[in-house]
């Protein structure tokens, strides 16, 4: 199973907004509504912030939005604030009670 | 609340095993399935099973098919982890997290594993 593909990074600046995405398969995005994003500062365990595509968990800013298109995923993040700057990870069902990492995402906020 | 407490950091020789611990402390269990998740330094996340602690049914991941094995102590709400066949690149940190309806809801902190001749 290969993991989902995301890009190396991505930058914004405060108060901007930036969208980071996750492509996978006709095999796990595709063929489930069962994508889940995480942030995980450095040295920290990752944290839920999107499940199901496009739920957010109570706590969470609405300030963080997922979506879903074919066999791409996305996480998209506005208002830009400092504290955002960290590594986000999709993850995906794929299928048989298996799941699949993307390799993750540094946000850099300049 | 439920958290997961993990064990401590451990180091081990090439070709040796090592067992992890997952505690779920706290008021009450609000899952079902345990699953294990480990990153290499700089690395990304890497799925590697699970286990139903209800049900006792368990899946591995392909990838270490053989030289993992999970067990659930009912009386200690403990999920253990106990890989072997050591290599360097087994030198990860490793996760457990409780699993919600397919996503990952809460995650311990993390056990580091060092394989070091």
């Known amino acids: 199973q290969s993991a989902l593909t995301q890009p190396r990074s991505v930058s914004g600046s405060p108060g901007q907004s930036v969208t980071i995405s996750c492509s996978g398969t006709n095999s796990d995005i595709g063929a489930y509504n069962l994508v889940s994003w995480y942030q995980q500062h450095p040295g920290k365990a990752p944290k839920l912030l999107i499940y199901d595509v496009i739920m957010r968990p109570s706590g969470v800013p609405d300030r963080f939005s997922g979506s879903k298109s074919g066999n791409t995923a996305s996480l998209t993040i506005s208002g830009l604030q400092a504290e955002d700057e960290a590594d986000f990870y999709c993850c995906s069902y794929a299928g048989l009670y298996t799941w699949v990492f993307g390799g993750g995402t540094k946000l850099t906020v300049l | 609340q439920v958290q997961l407490v993990q064990s401590g950091a451990e180091v081990r020789r090439p070709g040796a095993s090592v067992k992890l611990s997952c505690e779920a402390s706290?008021?009450?269990?609000?899952?079902?399935?345990i699953h294990w998740v480990r990153q290499a330094p700089g690395q990304r996340l890497e799925w590697m099973g699970w286990i139903n602690v209800g049900n006792g049914n368990i899946q591995y991941s392909q990838n270490f098919r053989g030289r993992l094995t999970f067990t659930w102590d009912t009386p200690a709400s403990t999920a253990h982890m106990e890989l072997s066949g050591l290599t360097s690149e087994d030198s990860t940190v490793y996760y457990c997290a409780a699993e919600w309806d397919y996503y990952f809801g809460l995650w311990g902190r993390g056990t580091l594993v060092t394989v070091s001749s």
């Open positions: 706290g008021y009450s269990r609000n899952f079902n399935v």
